[in-house]
């Protein structure tokens, strides 16, 4: 469990961060319990990281929406990139301003690079929904970075 949980932890902790932001650490905790605890339910083991994947896609999704409603989802202090601060704050920024689906969609399709149909899966929506969702993420990224 030990060597799982080590191999498993900085890879949930990216994913989750990219979305949940500040919450990022909390959110991939959770995951990693859910995991331990529902790991006896696996069916074919080949396919741990697309599920592992699903749970932490879920439970950042669900962390920066409660951290919206709760706290007003502050800036995190920082990124994973400190190479132009001035453009961190501005990355930082627009990811701020936008909502944690659009961020999820982002992550998943721009950043990871999962086709639609594997997006569809981990977030659990239709593959319109997915198409839909990173048509207006894009805008809404491109409009509030050119503010």
């Not at 191999?7 to 859910?34: N, Y």
């Not at 502050?74 to 961020?103: C, F, I, K």
Request: contains cysteine; proline residues 5%; charged residues 30%.
């Amino acid at each position: 469990m030990s060597q799982l949980l080590d191999s498993l932890a900085p890879w949930v902790g990216r994913l989750c961060g990219s979305i949940a932001l500040d919450h990022g650490s909390d959110a991939a905790q959770e995951t990693l319990i859910q995991v331990l605890r529902d790991l006896s339910s696996l069916r074919d083991p080949t396919n741990l990281r697309a599920w592992v994947r699903r749970i932490a896609m879920r439970e950042a999704v669900r962390h920066a929406q409660r951290a919206r409603r709760l706290e007003g989802d502050p800036l995190p202090d920082r990124l994973p990139s400190e190479n132009d601060p001035a453009l961190d704050h501005d990355v930082r920024r627009v990811l701020h301003s936008l909502s944690p689906e659009q961020r999820a969609i982002l992550v998943l399709r721009d950043l990871e690079g999962y086709s639609e149909d594997e997006a569809a899966a981990l977030l659990e929506v239709a593959r319109g929904t997915v198409k839909s969702r990173l048509h207006r993420a894009r805008q809404a990224f491109q409009r509030r970075w050119q503010r």
